[in-house]
Nanobody, 126 residues
């Protein structure tokens, strides 16, 4: 059972940057598609960025060009670098992992169909 632990959230002014981290409990996560999702009150969790085991990526249109996703396999860590943050980026950010999805499919997946989730880290942009 893969456990995911996020960190790096916080409060920042518009135009600022944050880097989120997600540490996986097991090495096998390196074979999974992984991603970051965002949830805001009253809305379904939405895909922000995904990264497959072959390093292919997908981004939501709203963050394209501002966010990057990467991983450090040796540290079992997934990152989300968020630059030029906007108030609409505010939300609870979740790390996710699944062995069965590709990056595009995972972006649009029903969250109930994604196998592993972290506990979330809050990002507030004012």
């Amino acid at each position: 059972h893969v456990q995911l632990v996020e960190s790096g959230g916080g409060s920042v002014q518009a135009g600022g940057s944050l880097r989120l981290s997600c540490v996986a409990s097991e090495d096998k996560y390196s074979n999974f598609c992984m991603g970051w999702f965002r949830q805001t009150p009253g809305k379904q969790r939405e895909g922000i960025a995904t990264l497959d085991s072959d390093s292919s990526t997908t981004f939501a249109e709203s963050v394209e060009g501002r966010f990057t996703i990467s991983k450090d396999a040796a540290k079992r860590t997934l990152y989300l670098q968020m630059n030029n943050l906007k108030p609409e980026d505010t939300g609870l950010y979740y790390c996710a992992a699944d062995p069965g999805w590709g990056p595009s499919e995972m972006m649009g997946a029903d969250p109930a169909d994604v196998d592993y989730w972290g506990q979330g880290t809050q990002v507030t942009v004012s």
